[in-house]
Structure formats: structure tokens, C-alpha cells
């Protein structure tokens, strides 16, 4: 999707105050300074939450967000 194509845009270095949780049920940052994210992990599924104004769902910063949870677990 054009979505996924544009969340790869998005490098990791793109997001700071990165938090998860002991659990790494869910994963909250900042994109760009600008959008606050939240991913949160359960049975398998992703739910995505993105302050942005993007009318898309989900949007590029919350599917990065969820990529960059699943690549660095740490």
C-alpha cells in the first residue's frame, strides 16, 4: 500500500522519546518532533494511534512506529 511505501521513508532516527513497556505490549514515541505515536501489541495484532493530521488509517507515522517495534524488539 502507498502507506506501508511511505512509513519506509520514515528512517528510525525520525523518532525519539521512545518508551516501551516492561511487557513490550505497547511502544510510544515522537516522529519528527511533531506527532506523538503509539503502537500496542496484542494477540498478534497491531493497534496504531498517531496525533497527525494525516486522514489516513493507519497513518505512515504510526505503521514506522509498528515496524520499528517488530525490527528492534530491544
Known amino acids: 500500500s502507498k502507506a506501508v511505501a511511505a512509513a519506509r521513508e520514515i528512517p528510525a532516527r525520525d523518532f525519539d ?3 516501551r513497556s516492561p511487557d513490550g505490549a505497547w511502544l510510544h514515541g515522537r ?5 506523538d505515536v503509539r503502537v500496542r501489541m496484542s494477540a498478534g495484532t497491531a493497534s496504531l494511534a498517531c496525533d497527525c ?3 489516513k488509517w493507519p ?3 504510526g505503521i514506522a512506529l509498528a515496524v520499528l517495534s ?3 524488539p530491544e
Open 17 to 19: 522519546r521512545l518508551r
Open 31 to 35: 516522529c519528527r518532533r511533531e506527532y
Open 53 to 55: 493530521p494525516s486522514m
Open 59 to 61: 497513518c505512515k507515522h
Open 70 to 72: 517488530v525490527s528492534r
